[in-house]
């Protein structure tokens, strides 16, 4: 095994079991690792600190998997954090009101580099790192055994693979194409998921207990669903006892396969209304109209990708969430998110006390929203922490 020499100075953050190592803290590698060789990580002094993925394509050159010197990372190390990881979502799955969710998070499950999700019987998988990407016969051969799914289909990220220098490929890694529809549960409420066609892995299952926490406080109210991709708010709402919900989003498929989830649930369509449209657009139309709501949701895709990004995202969170402020009956709510882990909670809390300030209207922060169980946060990993809300109440 290859050692790779850290520079002095550079040990903090290993010890403290941040699993990146930068390519600048690196001062030599002893010998030719291939990307995605397992190597040994060694002080300056010559101490062993860690085992990791090596790739110096990318800016993380080592991804690290184990401390403990004594442990071969092998392929049944590899085997046991699948199973840990889908164990840890047994309580979450054992209810039956959901079928669908994340089985495997990346660093935040000790894999760094692999995302897994569960669509009922087919599972969608992401990789992201060159390690990852050898050791996949093995992980596929122990979610095999684990679970026995009808597919398991490769919907990796083209931008993240670039930054390894791999290839995007998106080809069923183990049994059948994936249908073009899958039915899936969450919070008992029905979805179609295209797994090769749809967003992200299909769905975006991080919002499961927000939608829950949102539409509790629907019923006999008029809701305005933005960025609502396939309906997650919206159908919650409605089956929650909303009077009146309309939903906004620039993709078609999106729309078109909300339609079809709000009949596979026998909501009433009469109270839905769909609009595919840019979301700042649709709001500054709905504020010609002077149209009104009692609950708003802004769920937008992410605006700062990078922590360089933050201002001009910041400004961006802050006028959109001042538009939909302005859309709000008195005392209505706005359940506002960011998915980019650039922006933290205190940050967001900021931009939206300016976008209060600009729109005239006076705000409580009334419930702090996260992500949910199934993509953990890890102490020694706060990047894993992405998604935020607040749910408003404004006056
Ligand atoms: N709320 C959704 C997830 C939202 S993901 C749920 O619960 O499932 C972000 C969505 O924003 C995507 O569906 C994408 O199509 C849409 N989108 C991105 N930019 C947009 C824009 N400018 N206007 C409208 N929709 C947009």
Redo the contacts with the bound molecule.
Sequence with gaps: MIDIILNKGKEKAVLHRHPWVFSGAIANVKGKPANGDIVRLINAKGDFMAYGFYNDQSRVAVRLLEWDEEVIVDEQWFRDKVAVAVAARSELLSSGSTNTCRLIFSESDYLPGLIVDKYADHLAVQVLTSGMEKMMPVIIDELKRLLNPKSVFDKSDASSRQHEGMETENVVLCGDNPPDSVEVKENNIIYNINIAEG?KSG??CD?RDN?EIVAAYAKGKTML?????????TLNALHNGATAVTS????AL?IETLKENIKLNKLDAKKHTAIQ????KQLRVFKDEGATFDII?L???KYAPSRSALDRASRAYKDLNRLAMLLLNKGGLLATYSCSGAMNMETFKQVLAWAALDAGKQVQFIYQFCQPEDHPVRSSFPEGEYLKGLLCRVF
Excluded: I, W
């Excluded at 906004?248 to 993709?251: F, G, I, L, P, R």
């Excluded at 449209?277 to 700042?280: F, H, Q, Y």
């Design positions: 967003q769905f975006y919002q939608r669903d933005c960025f609502s991709y396939t309906g997650g708010f906004v989003d620039s993709s999106a449209s840019d979301v700042n949701v769920d937008p895709p």
